[in-house]
Nanobody
Framework: QVQLVESGGGLVQAGGSLRLSCVASGRTSSVYTMGWFRQAPGKVREFVGAIRGNVGSTVYADSVKGRFTISRDNGKNTLYLQMNSLSPEDTAVYYC????????????????????WGQGTQVTVSS
C-alpha cells in the first residue's frame, strides 16, 4: 500500500501562483508513475500531468502546458505541482495519484490506471 497526502492548496487571485505538494509513504518502491488530476464542481476528474519514475520525464494536459510544472524529490518522497498564471478555470480539487503501470502516453492520462490516490486539496482562483 501507498499513502499519499497533498497540501498547499488555497485561495489565490488570477495570475497568481501556488505550489502543491504530495508526500508518499509506504511501498513507494512499487510506484513508477506519479500524476496530478483535478476535479471541478460538476465535472469529471481530469488529467493535469504526470512524471515518470526513474527517468523524470513529464507530460501535461494541453490546458496547463507552459503554466504548470511537475517535479519530484525522491529523497523526500515528495511530488510537487508548481502552478503559475492561474485563472478561475483552474479552480478545482487537486489530487495526487500513484501508479504501478508501465508508462505510455495513454496510460498516464487515464485515472483508472492509477492505484493510489490522495484525499485532494482545494485550489480556488478568484477573478
Amino acid at each position: 500500500q501507498v499513502q499519499l497526502v497533498e497540501s498547499g492548496g488555497g485561495l489565490v487571485q488570477a495570475g497568481g501562483s501556488l505550489r502543491l505538494s504530495c508526500v508518499a509513504s509506504g511501498r513507494t518502491s512499487s510506484v513508477y508513475t506519479m500524476g496530478w488530476f483535478r476535479q471541478a464542481p460538476g465535472k469529471v476528474r481530469e488529467f493535469v500531468g504526470a512524471i515518470r519514475g526513474n527517468v523524470g520525464s513529464t507530460v501535461y494536459a494541453d490546458s496547463v502546458k507552459g503554466r504548470f510544472t511537475i517535479s519530484r524529490d525522491n529523497g523526500k518522497n515528495t511530488l510537487y505541482l508548481q502552478m503559475n498564471s492561474l485563472s478561475p478555470e483552474d479552480t478545482a480539487v487537486y489530487y495526487c495519484a500513484a501508479g504501478t503501470m508501465p508508462w505510455t502516453d495513454l496510460s498516464v492520462r487515464a485515472r483508472a490506471k492509477y492505484d493510489y490516490w490522495g484525499q485532494g486539496t482545494q485550489v480556488t482562483v478568484s477573478s
